[in-house]
């Protein structure tokens, strides 16, 4: 019998992919989401994909509490959390800490309390894989020293240890997931990801210069130790991604509490810029024009999960291609321009 969660931020990028696979499983969701780097049309696509619609949306901020109680209220009791909400650019993070803070870490927080006032102590928490700070050892395990470099890794390092105080505390059955770097979209290309403004990010600069949205891609350093000098990441399937997701929370919701879990969510291989592009055109038949520029400040030389603990604890492995993901990107940029907006 499916369960009854509650995602917040399950409007954007991550979450709507994931309301998608827990819909198909038979769960009954409630999304929570202020919309603030969403659209309420995801939500809407992802019920059309799932053939039903046993979705509820509360449209609403997760610092109040307000908002929470009528989440916990909205269905009936609530079996387990899924935690999205959040802020994740990093300029912005160095730009305007306080408010980082405030939503990634005090977000946490009143959430946690929420719960527990409401007797759910399950969760599953967006975590990052930039919480490794510039590591020099690869792949990452997760027994490595964390030290994050920026206030967006910090507010997300600070939620985990306060989840492990809690899981110290009381009876609470907690999952911190380290993501590394989610990319593609749904196969249909009905949802995606849906940037606003100019795409800080390699993927959705990538499709939107392929659609001639954007002139050329500008590659951030080509002086890193790395086989041909481009930075590299692991770069995961979001429906990969996404089903890392139902895993754990069905792994969570048949462990005794308490119970603390923190895993790496990727592939365990590393990929140059210039592998992504060129795999990009390979998938797609299409150039990218490029120009090789200085380094992003803040940006790693390397970053690669060693994914072997979800593999151990969950069962679960990443199994979609590079080609997936730039075939799956690319059909989601083709077939919606501006994203969820209309077309001017
Ligand atoms: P996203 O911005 O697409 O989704 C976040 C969602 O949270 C949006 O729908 C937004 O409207 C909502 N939201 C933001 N602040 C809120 C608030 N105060 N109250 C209620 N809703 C709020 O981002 P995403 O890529 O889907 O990422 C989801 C989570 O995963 C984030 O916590 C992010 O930090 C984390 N993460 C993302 C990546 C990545 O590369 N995309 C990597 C590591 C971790
Ligand atoms: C960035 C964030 C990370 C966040 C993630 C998802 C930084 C330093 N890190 O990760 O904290 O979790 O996004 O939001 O911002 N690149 C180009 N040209 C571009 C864009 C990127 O060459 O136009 C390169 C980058 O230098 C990097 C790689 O592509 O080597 C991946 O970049 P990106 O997609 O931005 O992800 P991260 O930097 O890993």
Request: charged content about 20%; aromatic content about 6%.
């Amino acid at each position: 019998m499916g369960s009854r969660i509650l995602i917040t931020g399950g409007a954007g990028f991550i979450g709507s992919h994931t309301c998608l696979v827990l819909l198909d499983a038979g769960h009954e969701l409630v999304v929570l989401d202020n919309f603030d780097n969403s659209n309420p049309e995801a939500l809407k696509r992802v019920e059309e994909l799932a053939g039903r619609g046993a979705l509820s949306v509360v449209e609403g901020d997760v610092r109040q509490s307000d908002v929470l109680d009528q989440a916990f209220r909205c269905k009936g009791p609530i079996d387990g959390v899924i935690h999205f909400a959040g802020l994740k650019a990093v300029g912005e993070s160095v730009a305007d800490p306080l408010r980082y803070w405030d939503v990634n870490l005090n977000g946490s927080r009143v959430l946690a309390a929420a719960m527990e006032q409401h007797g759910c102590r399950t969760l599953v928490f967006s975590s990052t894989s930039t919480v490794y700070g510039e590591p020099d050892q690869f792949p990452l395990t997760e027994e490595l020293t964390t030290a994050p470099v920026h206030p967006y890794a910090q507010t997300k390092l600070a939620v985990e240890q306060m989840l492990q105080a809690l899981c110290r505390s009381g009876a609470w059955r907690v999952a911190c997931l380290r993501y590394f770097n989610p990319v593609g979209a749904h196969p249909s290309g009905r949802i995606g990801e849906d940037p606003l403004g100019i795409p800080n990010n390699l993927f959705p600069f990538m499709t939107q210069v392929a659609a001639g949205r954007r002139e050329r891609l500008q590659i951030f350093g080509n002086d890193y130790p790395t086989h041909d000098g481009t930075g590299i990441r692991d770069y995961i399937h979001v429906m990969d991604l996404a089903e890392a997701h139902t895993v754990t929370l069905d792994h969570l919701l048949k462990q005794p509490a308490p119970s603390i879990l923190t895993l790496n969510i990727g592939t365990g291989t590393g990929l140059s810029v210039l592998d992504v592009v060129n795999g990009f055109e390979a998938a797609t038949g299409l150039t990218i024009p490029y120009d090789l520029v200085e380094r992003r400040p803040g940006d790693v030389p390397r970053l690669q999960a060693c994914p072997e603990r979800a593999k151990t604890v969950l069962g679960w492995t990443a199994r979609r291609s590079l080609e997936e993901m730039c075939r799956d990107g690319w059909a989601w940029q083709q077939a919606n321009p501006m994203g969820y907006r209309k077309p001017a």
